[in-house]
T-cell receptor, first 123, second 107 residues
Framework: EVQLVESGGGMVQPGRSLRLSCAAS????????MHWVRQAPGKGLEWVSS??????????ADSVKGRFTISRDNAKNSLYLQMNSLRPEDTALYYC?????FGSGTYNAFDIWGQGTMVTVSS | EIVLTQSPVTLSLSPGERATLSCRAS??????LAWYQQKPGQAPRLLIY???NRATGIPARFSGSGSGTDFTLTISSLEPEDYAVYYC?????????FGQGTRLEIK
């Protein structure tokens, strides 16, 4: 069974940092692009960041560019999101998601999702 | 960036009825569009990719159509488990924006 499990969320003060992790199982993790998507309480879905299967390219939403960094460790089947200079508007449930495509055939559609980890930014 | 506008915001229908949800892109995205279903307290589920291809395990009552800027998700005959929020998402290039969602509620 394919599974994604996020961790690392919590409550943090504005301006501080958090590092989210996503552990994958049941797949050959290194074969797939991976993504982070967030959802503020009661709001819609917002794409945050993506990373190609070989870390060859990364993309970010304008709202997090320069503050968040996506990375992966294929040997550890893990995806990460380093979040710096956090703001109250970053408060959300953060999902990691697997790309539908294989290798360089990225679809940018998300076929497997974790259950999310909650990040709350508040003083 | 490509903006997606979904309509209607809320759709009220009875079980057995046909649901038609719309998603319009601010510029052409060819067929690079996905649809997701999200129920309360759950992660989203991929329904449709490349505008018209059903994802693995998705029932045949769900279908997608369209290309360019106008797309439609159709549920041919509503089942009780279909009441949820539906999002479209452009898959053409970064940023991978979502529409604001359509809430499908029981009439």
């Amino acid at each position: 069974e394919v599974q994604l499990v996020e961790s690392g969320g919590g409550m943090v003060q504005p301006g501080r940092s958090l590092r989210l992790s996503c552990a994958a199982s049941g797949i050959t993790f290194g074969d797939y692009a991976m993504h982070w998507v967030r959802q503020a309480p009661g709001k819609g879905l917002e794409w945050v960041s993506s990373i190609r299967w070989n870390s060859g390219n990364m993309g970010y939403a304008d709202s997090v560019k320069g503050r968040f960094t996506i990375s992966r460790d294929n040997a550890k089947n893990s995806l990460y999101l380093q979040m710096n200079s956090l703001r109250p508007e970053d408060t959300a449930l953060y999902y990691c998601a697997k790309d539908l495509g294989f290798g360089s055939g990225t679809y940018n559609a998300f076929d497997i999702w974790g259950q999310g980890t909650m990040v709350t930014v508040s003083s | 960036e490509i903006v997606l506008t979904q309509s209607p915001v809320t759709l009220s229908l009875s079980p057995g009825e046909r649901a038609t949800l719309s998603c319009r892109a601010s510029q052409s995205i060819s067929s690079y569009l996905a649809w997701y279903q999200q129920k309360p307290g759950q992660a989203p589920r991929l329904l449709i990719y490349d505008a018209s291809n059903r994802a693995t395990g998705i029932p045949a009552r769900f279908s997608g159509s369209g290309s360019g800027t106008d797309f439609t998700l159709t549920i041919s005959s509503l089942e009780p488990e279909d009441y949820a929020v539906y999002y479209c998402q452009q898959c053409s290039n970064w940023p991978l924006l979502f529409g604001q969602g359509t809430r499908l509620e029981i009439k």
